[in-house]
Every structure is written in C-alpha cells, then in structure tokens.
C-alpha cells in the first residue's frame, strides 16, 4: 500500500507522517516512510528546486514507493509537489493507494516558515517556492482532505490512521 501525503511546504507533511508511524509502527514494521527531503539529502540535494526538477524528484519518489510497495510494504510518502498528471500516475500504477491533502492557506504557512523558505523567497534571495513562484495544484482526487487549522498532528495522525483500515487495524492491537 502507498499512502502519499502532499501539501505546500510547511503544511506538516513530515511531522504528520512521522506521528502515523510513531503510532503504528510497533505493530507494523512493514511500515516505512519515505519523506521528500531526506530522498532530496540522499542524492546529495544537486537536483534543485525548477518545476521540472520537482517533477523529477517526484518520478523518484513514485519509483522507490513502487518498488517498496511491490516488496509488500506500507509505504507513507511526504511529497510536496502535485502536478496532477502525476497524482494520477500514482492512481494508475499503485495498486493500493491512499492519497491525503494537508490542506493550508498560503499566509499560514508562510507565518509558520519552519525551513525560512517563504521569508527568503519574499526578501528576494530565494526563488522556485511551489505556492509563489511555481503554482501549487491543490490535489483534486485526494481520498482525504484534512483542514490544517489548530489540530495537533497527532490528531491529524489518528484522523488519517482511521480512514485507512490496514493502518487502523495497527493501532487497535
């Protein structure tokens, strides 16, 4: 199974997902994560930020997902970028797919900033942000769709744990 979780930067891709596998990992360890930073640090961050760069970064994303999930994995995916001709890849190509949306307005997360992204891009010294400079396509198929207003991520975790019956089933034992 791949579950992908997308949303602007600064959504709370990561932190949610890690608090799904916190959750359900001791009862799950086919369980893994494969958040888009750390494959971005894993080919030593030389692909950049363009459009056509993300595009790439998420073909990557898809192929370790498919080969992960093919090894009868639970793949959870953090991935910010989401053309949709890619979200319908993934549809097409994943037999057993979930598709979460983090879904936050732009002032929001830009007030958040964890990575000072938004700051540098408005200060002029950073460009290539999806949501500014690069469009943001909200997912338009997404099998779940979360509001990021004041909710902890761990009860955006259990949310989304609920609504997917292999992962709930890991939390109940």
Do not use: C
């Not at 595009?55 to 953090?78: D, E, G, M, P």
């Not at 001709?85 to 037999?95: E, G, I, P, S, V």
């Not at 909200?138 to 997917?164: C, F, G, N, Y």
Request: no cysteine.
């Amino acid at each position: 199974m791949v579950i992908w979780i997308t949303g602007l930067s600064g959504s709370g891709k990561t932190t949610v997902s890690q608090a799904i596998k916190n959750l359900v990992k001791h009862n799950l360890p086919q369980l893994v994560l494969v958040d888009g930073d750390e494959v971005r640090e894993l080919f030593n961050d030389n692909l950049g930020h363009t459009e056509e760069a993300r595009v790439i970064q998420i073909k990557r994303l898809q192929r370790l997902a498919k080969v992960l999930s093919s090894q009868n994995l639970i793949v959870i995916i953090a991935a910010l970028y989401s053309h949709p001709d890619l979200l319908a890849w993934n549809r097409t190509n994943f037999q057993n797919y979930w598709e979460v949306y983090l879904d936050v307005d732009l002032e929001t997360v830009r007030h958040r900033d964890p990575k000072g992204l938004y700051k540098k891009a408005y200060a002029g010294e950073l460009n290539n942000v999806v949501g500014l400079d690069i469009p943001w396509n909200p997912p338009r198929h997404a099998d779940q769709v979360i509001k990021m207003d004041a909710e902890t991520p761990k009860t955006i975790a259990l949310a989304i744990i609920k609504s997917v019956s292999i992962l709930n089933d890991a939390l109940i034992k």
